[in-house]
């Protein structure tokens, strides 16, 4: 069974701290594709990133990175030089990709992480 | 540039009560979905849907469930009869025919969040 687990539930940093928010995913599939998601507070889901199995390559988007580690099944967030409108909840998600099943291949559910609220104070 | 869209933003109802909402997904997207998000947890798929027809479903999506594209352009899912659980923002979500890596990216609309009194 799939499961994704972000094991803070909260945290809070003074403004240009760095912050990483963990994510630990389990899955019996060997392709697999894992995302992270920002909800501000006005409710609504923002992609951010998808990275698959094969590739293990650490990514760099600004201020964002993500450090993608299949030894530990860990898919960390870093934000750094934080700025008070990174304050959101963030979700890491998990989707398979059964590749035996191509009738079906394109929908494949998100399994979501309990999420981590971030706060950062001025 | 082409965004997922639902309606209503918010909708309040009594216990009892059927509730329809609705999404508009991406138009050349052929894959839909529905989560769920309980005030203050985390978001949960309900089903996918594909070709016409439920491709998957989870354990929260029993009989009083039911999903419909009823025409080119919308996607519905309906509560038959709501309970006070059943209070949760709803998402509405589609995506494109994978890529050659064998994943596509869901777009997801802004939800709807529904009241039960």
């Known amino acids: 069974a799939q499961k994704v687990t972000q094991a803070q539930t909260e945290i809070s940093v003074v403004e240009k701290e760095d912050v990483t928010l963990d994510c630990v995913y389990e899955t019996r599939d060997t392709t697999y594709y894992l995302f992270w998601y920002k909800q501000p507070p006005s409710g609504e889901l923002v992609f951010l990133i998808r990275r698959n199995s094969f590739d293990e390559q650490n990514e760099i988007s600004g201020r964002y990175s993500w450090n993608f580690q299949k030894s530990t099944s860990s898919f960390n967030f870093t934000i750094t030089a934080s700025q008070v409108v990174d304050s959101a909840v963030y979700f890491c998600a998990l989707s398979e990709a059964p590749l035996y099943r191509p009738a079906i291949q394109g929908a494949q559910k998100l399994v979501f992480g309990q999420g981590t609220r971030l706060t950062i104070n001025p | 540039e082409p965004e997922v869209t639902q309606t209503p933003s918010h909708q309040v109802t009594q216990m009892g009560q059927e509730v329809i909402l609705r999404c508009v997904p991406i138009s050349n997207h052929l894959y839909f979905y529905w989560y769920r998000q309980i005030l203050g947890q985390k978001v949960e798929f309900l089903v996918s849907f594909y070709n016409n027809e439920i491709s998957e479903k989870s354990e929260i999506f029993d009989d009083q469930f039911s999903v419909e594209r009823p025409d080119g352009s919308n996607f519905t899912l309906k509560i038959r009869s709501t309970k006070l659980e059943d209070s949760a923002m709803y998402f509405c979500?589609?995506?494109?025919?994978?890529?050659?890596?064998?994943?596509?990216?869901?777009?997801f609309g802004p939800g709807t969040r529904l009241t039960v009194l």
């Open positions: 979500a589609s995506s494109d025919r994978p890529l050659a890596g064998g994943n596509n990216e869901q777009f």
